[in-house]
């Protein structure tokens, strides 16, 4: 029986712990996360300082949803890096990023973006998540790895706020 979300909880690092999953499961050191950490800005000032998405900051800026994720939320955001997207094919960027793509690139934008503040301990509850966009992403634990679509998860529960971020190494499309 699948389980999904709609406004609850996510993602991981006690269940690593817990569960002994090692390394894969494992934080930065050098980000304010995990179960202790304290939230110094909101969604947006958080990925700012943090300095490792300029790319979706940008995109969120062109997408017009700043002052929406710097809104009371809560949010759960699956943020992929600058890294991330450099992964995408030669020009997709950039075309997002011009008036003709801005609808795509909102609907990519809010594939990431979950109601509610859901955090890694939750995640062995779950199969699907519903996002702001309006589609299921499909939630997997593969060992050591968590998944969230395509994307693996590189660092959990980066408290914001109005809500939490989660590092991923993908950007995520939603389905057609």
Do not use: W
Request: net charge positive; with cysteine.
């Amino acid at each position: 029986m699948k389980r999904r979300i709609t406004t609850s909880a996510l993602f991981l690092a006690p269940f690593c712990a817990l569960l002994g999953l090692g390394s894969g499961c494992a934080t930065s050191p050098s980000v304010n996360s995990g179960p202790n950490a304290v939230a110094k800005g909101d969604i947006v000032d958080t990925a700012v300082a943090a300095g490792s998405f300029t790319t979706l900051v940008t995109a969120v800026k062109a997408a017009g949803l700043v002052d929406t994720l710097k809104g009371p939320g809560p949010f759960t955001v699956f943020a992929p890096t600058d890294a991330a997207f450099a992964k995408l094919p030669p020009g997709t960027v950039e075309g997002l990023l011009k008036p003709e793509g801005l609808d795509k690139l909102k609907s990519i934008l809010t594939y990431h973006v979950v109601a509610g503040k859901v955090m890694a301990a939750d995640v062995v509850k779950l199969q699907t998540a519903k996002t702001v966009q309006g589609a299921d992403v499909p939630i997997a634990v593969e060992g050591s790895v968590v998944k969230v679509g395509t994307a693996t998860v590189a660092t959990t529960d980066i408290p914001c706020t109005n809500g939490v971020i989660h590092v991923i190494d993908t950007v995520l499309m939603p389905p057609q």
